[in-house]
């Protein structure tokens, strides 16, 4: 594919990109629903260290409750473990914050590791 020559087609298409739609129909779904188990024991044994109060998701997609106000410096820490994550604040009473942890389907084992243990040294380093 050319991209200068199709991204007019591209940017207007209401179609599901084709690449896309047959990696998702390749994927070896027992797999990935094997490494989302591995990816929930890693976070599931954070709970309660450092500023860590809980982890809750499933498969891909988890949600780490965090202490207040150590929200940003564990951002912070782990960003400087190499790790990206998403904040979240809560908006009810009593306020919560945490990060999301959404990594993608394609991460391999070694990819979940060291998410995880970037996530428990950051933690640690704030106990």
């Known amino acids: 594919m050319d991209y200068e020559k199709d991204r007019p087609r591209l940017l207007t298409s209401t179609r599901p990109m084709p690449d896309f739609q047959d990696d998702l129909e390749a994927m070896d779904l027992s797999a990935l629903a094997r490494r989302g188990e591995y990816l929930s024991e890693g976070l599931r044994k954070l709970n309660g260290i450092g500023p860590i109060r809980d982890v809750r998701g499933r498969?891909?997609?988890?949600?780490?409750?965090?202490?207040?106000?150590?929200?940003?410096p564990l951002m912070r820490a782990v960003e400087?473990?190499?790790v990206f994550l998403y904040p979240f604040t809560g908006a009810g009473e009593p306020k919560t914050e945490g990060l999301v942890i959404a990594p993608p389907l394609i991460s391999t084992e070694g990819d979940l590791d060291f998410l995880v243990t970037a996530l428990r040294e950051a933690a640690l380093s704030l106990a």
């Open 59 to 72: 498969g891909f997609l988890y949600g780490v409750e965090v202490t207040e106000g150590s929200l940003w």
């Open 80 to 82: 400087d473990n190499g």
